[in-house]
């Protein structure tokens, strides 16, 4: 059973915009704390924006300011609005709950790449 499917990525010139969408199963959305986390060639998966179900939401001093995340509850939809691209914003994107151990249960999705060129 697919836990996490992402959408949304593409190429986009610096300055763009792209949404991003995530699905999640209902054992990995019951969780309070979602997050989008980007992974680019050669670096270590960073975490991004955090959406706690109270909707307080945190972010990476590197995305402040230019990415939003929001949820709908309901649809079990975890959702990452980016703004003002810049090339260094080029990776492959990933929602998942905060939790370690809800990651190492069911793993992650297969990531939905964003490409932005100068």
């Known amino acids: 059973q697919v836990q996490l499917v992402e959408s949304g990525g593409g190429l986009v010139q610096a300055g763009g915009s792209l949404r991003l969408s995530c699905a999640a199963s209902?054992?990995?959305?019951?969780?309070?704390?979602m997050g989008w986390y980007r992974q680019a060639p050669g670096k270590p998966r960073e975490l991004v924006a955090v959406?706690?179900?109270?909707?307080?939401?945190n972010y990476a001093d590197s995305v402040k300011g230019r990415f939003s995340i929001s949820r709908d509850n309901a649809k079990r939809m975890l959702y990452l609005q980016m703004n003002s691209l810049k090339p260094e914003d080029t990776a492959v994107y990933y929602c998942n709950a905060i939790s370690p151990v809800i990651q190492n249960t069911y793993g992650w999705g297969q990531g939905t790449q964003v490409n932005v060129s100068s």
């Open positions: 209902p054992s990995i959305f019951s969780i309070d704390a």
């Open positions: 959406s706690i179900s109270d909707d307080t939401t």
